[in-house]
T-cell receptor, first 114, second 114 residues
């Protein structure tokens, strides 16, 4: 079975500061990993995905994530936070591909302050 | 891009009634749709996988007689919460798969049972 663990249910950064949201995975097979963002009372929007190609994955809105097999991690980063980045972020893993069911982490709420 | 429409976005109903939620893929044919449930400030829990023309596959612990899923066409899946009670109040989100692409999510339905 596969799972993801998101460290930190709440992260607060200043506008313009680095954003780092942590995600560690557990999988018996090479995983497919995803980061999604959820704004209040909305569904999820895909930020980026890892599918065993490049280990550094660039997504939308300036976000990127690096797959590190040795650390079983897939942390999400953004060099400079913007107020509009405030939202809930979910890391997710799939065992069999991009089109199969997902197991989500518990989420990290990002707060951006002035 | 691909869009998934979920309706209604918000519903309030009396205890004991049944509620139907629709999930439509607007510009692609979705052979597979997923239904998730999300409690406040928590992650998404997969309830069932819905495949067009066949019975849904429910996750362990999800009552199939309580949560009826129908995937009658390649663009429509419905979730019916039967004899709803206050504990069924939640945020329900659907997603759909466009061929071998990551899941596209609807904006969710907030269900409140009085």
């Amino acid at each position: 079975a596969q799972s993801v663990t998101q460290l930190g249910s709440h992260v607060s950064v200043s506008e313009g500061a680095l954003v780092l949201l942590r995600c560690n995975y557990s999988s018996s097979v090479p995983p497919y990993l995803f980061w999604y963002v959820q704004y209040p009372n909305q569904g999820l929007q895909l930020l980026l995905k890892y599918t065993s190609a490049a280990t550094l994955v660039k997504g939308i809105n300036g976000f990127e994530a690096e797959f590190k097999k040795s650390e079983t991690s897939f942390h999400l980063t953004k060099p400079s936070a913007h107020m509009s980045d405030a939202a809930e972020y979910f890391c997710a893993v799939s065992r069999t591909g991009t089109a199969s069911k997902l197991t989500f982490g518990t989420g990290t709420r990002l707060q951006v302050t002035l | 891009g691909a869009v998934v429409s979920q309706h209604p976005s918000w519903v309030i109903c009396k205890s004991g009634t049944s509620v139907k939620i629709e999930c439509r893929s607007l510009d692609f044919q979705a052979t597979t749709m997923f239904w998730y449930r999300q409690f406040p400030k928590q992650s998404l829990m997969l309830m069932a996988t819905s495949n067009e023309g066949s019975k849904a596959t429910y996750e362990q612990g999800v009552e199939k007689d309580k949560f009826l899923i129908n995937h009658a066409s390649l663009t429509l899946s419905t979730l019916t919460v039967t004899s709803a009670h206050p504990e069924d109040s939640s945020f329900y989100i659907c997603s759909a798969i466009d061929r071998n692409q990551p899941q596209h999510f609807g904006d969710g339905t907030r269900l409140s049972i009085l």
